[in-house]
């Protein structure tokens, strides 16, 4: 089955932008999809279709594609920010499955 | 503002039967494109989705669950429901009930979550 791949941990100081990458082959030609967890929360969506975001996410956050690796992109950090995040895609067609990337820590120094 | 809330018992034995529901509140947009969907997460461990029935009460399942899931829609009382099949410890996890949109054929994505419920497999 289809694999996303994502480092463990990103750090990033205030003010700066945190670059978080997914891998997974021929990732270019699918629809990637973002979400933020903070802890104890549930998951809340911040970036879908690639690149746009859902009403009340703040413009800091979008996101970009390669042919091999897709990025949510966070300008601005703040310390709020801080938090697990999660990318997703969409598998399969005939016997459609929904794969998640196993994570990434975002830590705001 | 749709809303989600899930609901049932907290601890269920090996090889028992795990159920929940998740109550739909609000808007709940019965457009062809939506869908609902569980989703659990071990503690400290990735998100996993488990499934999604659609408003014609169309399922489908992941590969790795699939001969043990079984969900439904009851359009009537706004809710749908899981049923998780000879549970192990295996199963201990938060479950999350999600509103889908379906894009096409190309996409999918939650944009509404419940805020999950503890299910703890022991004896």
């Known amino acids: 089955s289809y694999v996303l791949t994502q480092p463990p941990s990103v750090s990033v100081a205030p003010g700066q932008t945190a670059n978080i990458p997914c891998r997974g082959n021929?990732?270019?030609?699918?629809?990637v999809h973002w979400y933020q967890q903070k802890p104890g929360q549930a998951p809340v969506l911040v970036v879908y279709d690639d690149s746009d975001r859902p009403a009340g996410i703040p413009e800091r956050f979008s996101g970009s594609k390669s042919a091999n690796t897709a990025t949510l992109i966070i300008s601005r950090v703040e310390v709020g920010d801080e938090a697990d995040y999660y990318c997703q895609v969409w598998d399969g067609i005939t016997d459609p499955d929904v794969i998640f990337g196993g994570g990434t820590q975002l830590t705001v120094l | 503002q749709v809303q989600l809330q899930e609901s049932g018992p907290g601890l269920v034995k090996p090889s028992q039967t795990l159920s929940l529901t998740c109550n739909v509140s609000?808007?709940?947009?019965?457009?062809?494109?939506?869908?609902w969907s569980w989703i659990r997460q071990p503690a400290g461990k990735a998100l996993q989705w488990i499934g999604r029935v659609s408003g014609s009460g169309t399922t489908n399942y992941n590969p790795s669950l699939k001969s043990r899931v079984t969900m439904s829609l009851d359009t009537s009382n706004k809710q749908f429901s899981l049923k998780l099949s000879s549970v192990t410890a295996a199963d201990t996890a938060v479950y999350y009930c999600a509103r889908g949109q379906q894009v096409l054929l190309y996409a999918f994505y939650m944009d509404v979550w419940g805020k999950g419920t503890t299910v703890t497999v022991s004896s």
């Open positions: 609000g808007d709940s947009n019965s457009s062809a494109t939506v869908s």
């Open positions: 021929n990732i270019g030609g699918k629809s």
